[in-house]
Every structure is written in structure tokens, then in C-alpha cells.
């Protein structure tokens, strides 16, 4: 059986690869980071959850999506989220389709992991594929049990989690390029069992990468963003120690730095680094609607954001799949204006990371914090 890292580069993956290939995508005038929803449809109904699309117009055809994907040429990042992106079969195309002008350094697949057969056999092909991409899963877990169960609307749902996250444990024993992130909402409906949550995740024989979201958006339970800032913040801080211990002194100052930042966002609802959604960071949704974020528009109809356009730059099929239409138009101006300008505020985890390490006024803080954890 051939052997899975063949025709892989190890030096794309060392430090000085890495950085590399961060700032050639950073300095570059493009789009580098993309979320790209491939479907609506999803196995699940989660209490907390913003897709709530109901509109029928048809998904991107693999054929649209080729035509898109040229536009992307400096892509750093890559994020094929849903609905419940595995229910697209072909889904190896569409990363192939993104990868095909050049290697995407990091592609994450976040999933529900209620198929794990299904989830297996897609990294395995997708590290096989995509040689010179880190690849990352990012399965949804919400809490211990019954408790992730019940908000994710489905019994037993916790279980095929866990099969998932063996599957995609030992696979990563074989493929150097696959690693795997246990990604939390925190709600309403688990604040009360967030300790729990946390210690589980901690006492996984191997500990692997955790992300705590906020619940956003328009939720399918209006409730579920019902959570008391300060009860988030002191769940976020906790959460922050927890991971010290697993990290390199300079994963713990750069992350350090950043979750300074996000609590900082957090507790006053103002952006502390400046937003490039709009121009650095781009969403797609399943009917190629083209967007700067995926907050604004619910931002816009609660009345917490007073833009009087659209909050869309406009769909892809409407200017023949040319991006540099949609984004060069004086409507996108207009928006990305508004943005730049400080004129929202949010607490989408994805933006503020964006918007983290495209600040370079942060760089001197962690290389700070880097070097007194050194002459400790």
C-alpha cells in the first residue's frame, strides 16, 4: 500500500514554510480567507443554530463552483462549512476545484460527525489528494452526553461524535497533514454544563485543538444568545488556561495576545482590531450569494447596524462568476467603507482571528510577551 505523505513537502509545513506562505496570502491584495457554505441541508437541528435558510434556489453546481474558485487565486485559508458540508457527495471536487491553481495551505472541513464512515473515508481522500494542505476537521460538540444530544436536536448524536473523533484520531496516525479541532457553541442551553464540557475535552486521551464559539446570529431558539456577558467572558478565560499547558511558548503568546483582544471586542462590542471583512474575508453561501460576513445581515435586521444597503455584494451567477465585478462595484465600496470604518461590531470567531493576524500592531505585543515568557 502506498504510503499516504508520498509526494508531500515536509518544508511547506516547518516554521519558516508556514510563515512563508502566510505572508505571500497576508500582503497579497485578495481575498485569503474563505468560507464557502456548499449546502443548506443539514442532519440535525440545532438549538442555537443561525443557517435557518429556507429559500429554494438551487445549490452552486460543481461546474459554478470551478468558475468561482478562479477567482480565488491567493486563498490561505479555505472553510467548507454547511448545513452539514458531508451530505455533498462531491465534495473532493470541490476542494480539488479551489487547490487546482495552487495548494491552499489550510482547508477545514467542520462537521456534526454523525457520519462517520462517510467523515472517514472524505479526510483520508482529501489528505491523499491534497498533499501540500494541512487539513483540518472540525467536528461540533456541545456538550457531555445527553446534553449535546438534546441541543442538537438528535438522539444519539453524541455517540457517532465519538466514533467520529476515534476515526479521525487514527487516521491522522497515518496522514501528517490531517489534525483534528473540537469546535463548542456556547448557549443557553449548555452555559450550565460548560465545566463539564471543558474537563471532558481535557481528559481526551489525546487532547486535541478547542474553539469556543458565542452563539450568533438569528438562532432557531431566540434564547440561545441569552447568555450574561460576563458569565462568557469568565468561561472564556478558564478556557484560555486550560489549553497553556498543550501549546509552544509561542502558540501561548500569540494566543495569549489574541484572546486579550477578544475579550477585549467582547466586553466593550467594539472591534479591537480593525474589520477587513469584505476584503481580506469573503462568504459564500450554497446559492452563491456573496458576502463580507456572516453577522451583518442579522445585524442589519435587529437594528444594531444602521447601513441603509444591502449586506450582500450580490450572487456570483449574476456577473457570470466574476468576482472582481461583485467586489468592484460602488455598492461593495460603499460597504466594505462601512466596514472599514468601525461602523458594526460582532463576535463572529472567524473575523476577529482574520482581523488578529492581518493587524501587524500586534506583532511587536506577542513578540513582547514571547520573549519575557523565554527569560522567565
Known sequence: MKDP???????????????????????????WYLIFSVTDRCNQRCLMCFNQTVESHPELTLDEIRKVAEGFSSLYQLTLSGGEPLLRPDLPEIVAAFN?????????????????????????????????SMINVALSLDGVGVVHDRIRGVEGAFERHEESRERIL????????????????????NAKDMDSLLDYVQQMSWPPRHGIMLARGETRESSAKDVDSGFALDVLRRFREMQRPYQSRLEQAWLDVYHRNRLETIARARMVDPCLAGRKLLVLDARGQLSPCEMLSSLMR????AYRG????????????????????????????FIRGGGCACTFECALLNNFALNWRNYPRVLARLVKSLLR
Open 5 to 31: 505523505s508520498v509526494g508531500r513537502r515536509p518544508e511547506l509545513f516547518s516554521l519558516p514554510g508556514r510563515a512563508l506562505r502566510f505572508a505571500r496570502s497576508a500582503l497579497s491584495k485578495h481575498c
Open 100 to 132: 487546482a491553481r495552487r495548494a491552499i495551505p489550510r482547508i477545514t472541513l467542520p462537521s456534526n460527525g454523525q457520519l462517520p464512515e462517510r467523515l472517514e473515508q472524505l479526510a483520508s481522500r482529501l489528505c491523499r489528494e491534497n498533499h501540500d
Open 170 to 189: 487514527s487516521l491522522a496516525k497515518l496522514h501528517p497533514n490531517l489534525s483534528l479541532v473540537i469546535a463548542s457553541v456556547l448557549s443557553t442551553f
Open 302 to 305: 435587529s437594528g444594531q447596524v
Open 310 to 337: 444591502s449586506s450582500s455584494f450580490g450572487n456570483v451567477r449574476e456577473t457570470n462568476y466574476r468576482l472582481d465585478t461583485l467586489l468592484g462595484s460602488p455598492e461593495a465600496a460603499s460597504l466594505t467603507g
